[in-house]
């Protein structure tokens, strides 16, 4: 009995100390989560503030400044500058010489203020039930989110009030009590954002009646005190620029995301222009309202909120940048009933909203109408599209989870450093993949051209001297034999050609092709062997900003012949066609030997037949042999290619662990055996 209750009395100390424990992580990681916040939000003024006026809060200026706008005696529209509603201009006017003086600091502090209340109170309107740690971090995240948002940043660099609807809206719907006082905050909003109208029957629809009748008395009020203030204004804004169409720059600008600017881009004019957007505006009203009342009644407000904004953005004339917030409230809805579909939503309408559209879709013709139209597409898909889960559905609180393999046994007691990433045995999302590479590449890319100084002569010289030290290296090593392999293929015209086209085709070819085959075939190891080439990847972007280095062919005094880019102007500083397009001294450690050997060594080890692991391996040797003759790299840049490699593997290795061996496939939702093996053991 007594060690009975000895053995219950230690349970309990252990499950408190396991509680404490948790507790204590997730209040280091709230106090994390919002240090980042801070350190964005510090950011984000910095890059503001630092700017010379003139370049900053350039909408502010030209409203408020000395020669703004609103200090024109005529009409707010003559320069077409000001693109707000005519009851913006009444409500701003009064305000010019306060904002005159708070230009700066006073304005993009009161802005941040806007941010955080945004975040926050987006954070208390999640759908319930949410878990106690997203309650506690969600609130930093949602900050940390907007302040990365490209509508946020660019409303800070030109001074825009764009924030302010979007809260108003939000305040109206989960802040204020009463019907009435929530009809009057989105009246107000649509006071200065006409397309929030769509508002009003979501607040009819979802039973909040009153606060729609007073959402409409509050917009015509407003609307008409503008219109007595100032007739011909209003006169100019609603019926010559057709509700604000026209203001603020060509309505086909890229910034317009709306169906208009659209059409407009696709070379649509006139009334035909003019019928399809009405009738296209006309659907996904009706289509994002309808969808939007049904995430209301089932209990899912910030959500039905979110897609009513998606489809305002569609069907106003003009939507600027600065006013495309609502698409990412729309990341709260879930999509799915797999854990591994759960972040395809969330992640895609994140890229969408943080990064530039040229870095998730390649710069290809045929995709430039959804490059152009990136945000507006996430807008209607939001809208009309996507299949948001009910509440009621079975996996909205429980998808279907991961399978994982058991761990693998390994000799060291401290491997793997993060137990946790079990390895899932299922295949990840094709699409989020596919979107991550993308992002991942064009990362890659922009850093590798910015990892040296240019074309300018201090970054060239640097790394001629860092080639020369790499030359004297190999003759020490007797390694140098770059210039006799390259003058020796150059005599051959088929074995030059040879090399040439495998310079040029293979690089990016096979190891698509081998992650492919592994994701098709190979889920387990495809997990495995992605990360390790991350982080030969990662490694190398470091080698390439710390030591840039002219590879032979750049060498003036070598006396190589480039045999894939022709002959180099060595009196331009600009030499090279490649030059604007990528970092030409981005030599050591070579991707192009490293990337091969991850593809051979990957072969090797998977590849069930010893025929299939000797081709594989053959494919590094090619690439080594096609670097050298074609005067791309020096032998020691393979050397580093294999450095960074080798550290890719050990590194997945030491987070992760020995990779799962086996074999799952799940087709069309059936699930075939699973064969594991412990390691070293048979199957």
Request: charged fraction near 15%.
């Amino acid at each position: 009995m007594a060690d009975a209750e000895h053995n219950g009395r230690t349970a309990e100390a252990l499950g408190a100390t396991a509680v404490g424990a948790a507790g204590a992580r997730v209040r280091m990681a709230r106090l994390g989560l919002w240090l980042v916040a801070a350190v964005l939000a510090v950011r984000q003024m910095t890059l503001v503030l630092s700017t010379p006026r003139g370049e900053r809060l350039t909408a502010l200026e030209t409203w408020v400044g000395p020669e703004g706008v609103l200090h024109v005696k005529g009409s707010l529209y003559e320069s077409t500058q000001f693109t707000g509603t005519p009851f913006g201009g009444l409500v701003l006017k009064p305000l010019t010489r306060s904002a005159e003086q708070a230009l700066g600091w006073g304005w993009t502090f009161g802005t941040l203020l806007l941010v955080a209340a945004l975040g926050v109170l987006a954070a208390r309107a999640l759908p319930q039930p949410v878990s106690r740690l997203t309650s506690l971090l969600a609130a930093p995240v949602a900050i940390s989110l907007l302040m990365l948002s490209l509508p946020v940043r660019n409303t800070l660099w030109l001074g825009q009030t764009s924030i302010m609807p979007v809260l108003l809206v939000l305040v109206g719907c989960f802040a204020v009590r009463g019907e009435r006082a929530s009809g009057l905050c989105v009246g107000f909003a649509a006071a200065l954002q006409p397309a929030l109208l769509l508002f009003l029957p979501l607040l009819w629809f979802t039973g909040r009646r009153r606060a729609a009748l007073t959402t409409g008395v509050t917009f015509a009020a407003l609307t008409v005190l503008a219109w007595a203030a100032m007739p011909h204004d209003s006169y100019a804004y609603w019926v010559h620029h057709m509700a604000g169409a026209g203001l603020g720059g060509e309505a086909d600008d890229l910034a317009n995301q709306s169906l208009h600017g659209a059409l407009l881009r696709l070379g649509l004019t006139g009334p035909l222009e003019i019928g399809l957007f009405l009738a296209l505006g006309a659907v996904v009203a009706v289509l994002g309202v309808r969808r939007a009342v049904h995430y209301a009644h089932d209990g899912q407000l910030l959500l039905a909120v979110a897609i009513t904004g998606c489809a305002a953005i569609a069907v106003s004339p003009t939507t600027w940048q600065h006013q495309l917030l609502w698409v990412l409230l729309a990341v709260v809805g879930r999509v799915g009933r797999r854990a591994s579909d759960r972040y395809v939503w969330p992640v895609a309408v994140i890229l969408v909203m943080t990064l530039p559209a040229k870095m998730m879709l390649p710069n290809m013709a045929a995709l430039y109408p959804l490059r152009d139209n990136a945000v507006l597409l996430a807008a209607l898909a939001a809208a009309t599209l996507v299949p948001f889960l009910s509440r009621t559905s079975p996996y909205y609180r429980s998808p279907i989870p991961r399978e994982y393999a058991p761990p693998v046994p390994t000799r060291f007691r401290r491997v793997p450093l993060l137990p946790y990433l079990r390895r899932v045995l299922t295949r990840p999302n094709l699409l989020l993949e596919l979107l991550l590479i993308r992002v991942t590449y064009a990362a890659y890319q922009k850093v590798r051209l910015a990892a040296t100084g240019g074309s300018n002569s201090k970054g060239r010289g640097k790394a001629e001297a860092h080639g020369q030290d790499i030359l004297d290296l190999e003759r020490g090593l007797h390694l140098d034999i770059e210039h006799w392999v390259n003058h020796a293929v150059v005599r051959v015209d088929w074995l030059r050609n040879f090399f040439d086209f495998y310079y040029e085709s293979f690089h990016f070819v096979v190891p698509l092709s081998v992650l492919a085959v592994l994701y098709w075939r190979r889920p387990v190891d495809y997990r495995w062997a992605r990360s390790a080439l991350g982080f030969a990847t990662l490694l190398a972007l470091v080698g390439f900003w710390l030591y840039p280095l002219a590879p032979p062919r750049l060498m003036p005094t070598l006396g190589i012949i480039d045999t894939v880019h022709g002959v180099q102007d060595f009196s331009k500083p600009d030499y090279g066609t490649l030059t604007a397009l990528t970092n030409q001294y981005a030599a050591m450690p070579s991707l192009h030997f490293g990337w091969s050997l991850w593809c051979g060594v990957v072969i090797a080890i998977v590849a069930p037949k010893w025929w299939m692991k000797a081709l594989g391996l053959l494919h590094p040797f090619f690439t080594l042999s096609a670097i050298v003759a074609t005067g791309n790299h020096w032998v020691l840049d393979a050397v580093g290619g294999a450095a960074v490699v080798a550290a890719g593997f050990g590194l997945t290795f030491a987070l992760q662990g020995p990779r799962g061996r086996g074999v799952v496939a799940v087709e069309e939702g059936r699930r075939e055996t699973v064969v594991l093996e412990k390691d070293g053991a048979a199957k």
